[in-house]
């Protein structure tokens, strides 16, 4: 499992959509779309490894079911579930540096099938509302002295050419879209990148127009983010807090403090809008940690096999 640090920056350049293609983002998203209730399903994590990096396999487990391995093996470093709980797109992790792919699988564990293949590192994984599109973040020309930074795609997820969102000089990285559809959030480097560069939560249009600061870093590292399901406020991790931003101008406030290493996975918002779960690395171990959106502490989901990380909820379409 590989630990996504301020220099480990995104992916190769990428063509318009041809006119034949599918619509653009612009036209796809230019009116906001209505938010759909939905309810929490079984939940699909990743095994950690028994250090730090390793092999991480992708699990699914019900309240009443055993936990079931699903998708091809490998360095896993991410997943999402589709937006009506049938699949779950995962990055596979070829090396450091090396490059990978986003493979997409039926929930059940049958038809796992390559949508992205990448000579270089991939970061974050995120569905439009509709199914229709996943956006996540690339390295480009990943070289000695080359130019090192990430970038977001979209790319039809019927086939079809990506869409570069993001230009530099800044760096984009985790991506999440918003539940209504129309916009992206995503952490935001600047340079000079050093090993400990602070990031910047940022949010754009979902056609890559409009960046806005949301919340800069004091410094620390910074995991997420993840949209609440009513798309009004956002969870990132600062250092060892996660901290609930609301976007309606009126500021951030910490609702949690970690005991551990919480910023090198992100936090996952259940899609009833009830839990909030974060992946802690401490003593050694990987464990999940759930908690209300006010910070309170919640029994985590029955099933899960010891070093889970990186839990998420399948949506239940109502």
């Known amino acids: 499992m590989k630990m996504i640090g301020a220099l480990a920056l995104v992916l190769v350049g990428a063509t318009a959509c041809p006119d034949h293609g599918p619509p653009t983002l612009k036209q796809e998203f230019g009116t906001p779309a209505p938010i759909r209730p939905e309810s929490n399903g079984e939940v699909a994590f990743l095994l950690g490894p028994a250090g730090i990096l390793g092999p991480s396999p992708l699990y699914v487990v019900g309240p009443s079911t055993k936990a079931r391995r699903i998708g091809i093996p490998g360095d896993l470093t991410d997943f999402a579930w589709s937006p009506d709980g049938s699949t779950i797109a995962y990055v596979v992790s070829a090396s ?7 493979d997409v699988v039926d929930a059940n564990g049958s038809g796992n099938r390559t949508l992205v293949r990448s000579s270089t590192p991939l970061s974050g994984i995120s569905w439009s509302p509709d199914g229709r599109w996943i956006v996540y973040g690339q390295g480009i020309a990943m070289a000695p002295k080359a130019d090192n930074r990430y970038r977001l ?3 039809p997820t019927g086939g079809g050419a990506p869409l570069m969102l993001t230009h530099g000089p800044d760096e984009g990285l985790l991506p999440a879209w918003s539940p209504e559809g129309t916009r992206i959030a995503y952490l935001s480097l600047s ?5 400990h560069t602070a990031a910047s939560l940022t949010v754009i ?4 127009s409009g960046a806005s600061t949301v919340l800069r870093s004091s410094g620390l590292h910074m995991s997420g983010p993840a949209w609440s399901p009513d798309g009004r406020r956002l969870v990132v991790v600062e250092g060892q807090d996660l901290r609930l931003v609301r976007l309606n101008g009126s500021g951030s406030h910490v609702i949690y403090r970690c005991r551990g290493d919480c910023t090198s ?6 899609p009833d809008g009830s839990q909030i779960a974060l992946t802690v690395y401490h003593g050694g171990h990987w464990r999940i940690v759930t908690i209300t959106p006010t910070g309170k502490r919640v029994p985590v989901p029955a099933g899960l096999l010891p070093r889970a990380c990186c839990l998420a909820w399948q949506p239940v379409p109502r």
């Open 205 to 208: 249009n979902a056609d890559g």
């Open 265 to 270: 996975r992100a936090p996952r918002w259940s």
């Open 153 to 155: 795609f979209a790319r």
């Open 191 to 195: 340079p000079p990148f050093q090993p």
């Open 96 to 102: 450091e540096f090396g490059g990978g792919s986003i």
